[in-house]
């Protein structure tokens, strides 16, 4: 079965410093895609950056940047240069393998939710 | 353009109430989905529309109703809720990215 596990329940950085988030998987499919999602305060779920298994290179959006290591399962979330309105809770998604009707659903972590010290 | 819009922000009803949430997306995306997120934890699939039709139902109360009107907009029909429901509500839609809206936040007293 798919799963996502995101081991960090909350996280602090100091403005201005890098945080590192992690994410784990598991799956038997060779293709698959992973995504990250940014929902602060206000309820809003922002889709931040996507990693698709194939993909050659890391994917990086502006300051965010996705770790892929794929032997070992992880697809860790960077934010380089934090700032106040980073802090937000932040979540790792897995596409499910399953086609159903062709929308394939997404499996959630648990989330980490980041705090930005100034 | 990425934009979801959802309606209204903040819903508060009774359990005897019946009320709708709307969402719209003109991104041209043939898929569009209910979630139910309670505080601090990760959204919940409820509904998916495809091509306009129910695609699937995560075993939702019959109390909540799903329709979709046309490709670009989808409703959430509610009637006689109980407390429990209280929640965030998330629309989104899709082409391969699922792309959300800002959410319903509905308390049912």
């Known amino acids: 079965a798919q799963k996502i596990t995101q081991t960090q329940p909350g996280m602090f950085v100091q403005e201005k410093e890098a945080v590192t988030l992690d994410c784990t998987y598991d799956?038997?499919?060779?293709?698959?895609?992973l995504f990250w999602y940014k929902q602060p305060s206000s309820g809003e779920m922002i889709f931040l950056i996507y990693?698709?298994?194939?993909d050659q290179q890391n994917a990086t959006e502006g300051r965010y940047s996705l770790n892929f290591q794929k032997a070992r399962k992880s697809a860790n979330l960077v934010i380089s240069a934090s700032q106040l309105g980073d802090s937000a809770m932040y979540f790792c998604a897995m596409r499910e393998v399953f086609n159903a009707g062709n929308n394939r659903k997404l499996i959630w972590g648990l989330g980490t939710s980041l705090a930005v010290n100034p | 353009d990425t934009e979801v819009t959802q309606t209204p922000k903040h819903l508060v009803m009774g359990m005897t109430n019946k009320k709708s949430l709307k969402c719209e997306q003109h991104?041209?995306?043939?898929?569009m989905y209910w979630y139910k997120q309670k505080a601090k934890k990760p959204p919940e699939l409820m509904f998916v529309y495809s091509y306009e039709k129910l695609s699937i139902n995560e075993s939702v109360p019959s109390r909540f109703s799903p329709e979709c009107p046309n490709s670009s907009l989808l409703n959430l029909h509610l009637h006689a809720l109980q407390p429990e429901d209280s929640a965030l509500y998330l629309c989104a839609s899709s082409q391969d990215t699922q792309y959300f809206g800002p959410g319903t936040r509905l308390t049912v007293l």
């Open positions: 991104m041209g995306h043939r898929a």
């Open positions: 990693q698709g298994s194939y």
């Open positions: 799956t038997s499919d060779p293709s698959y895609g």
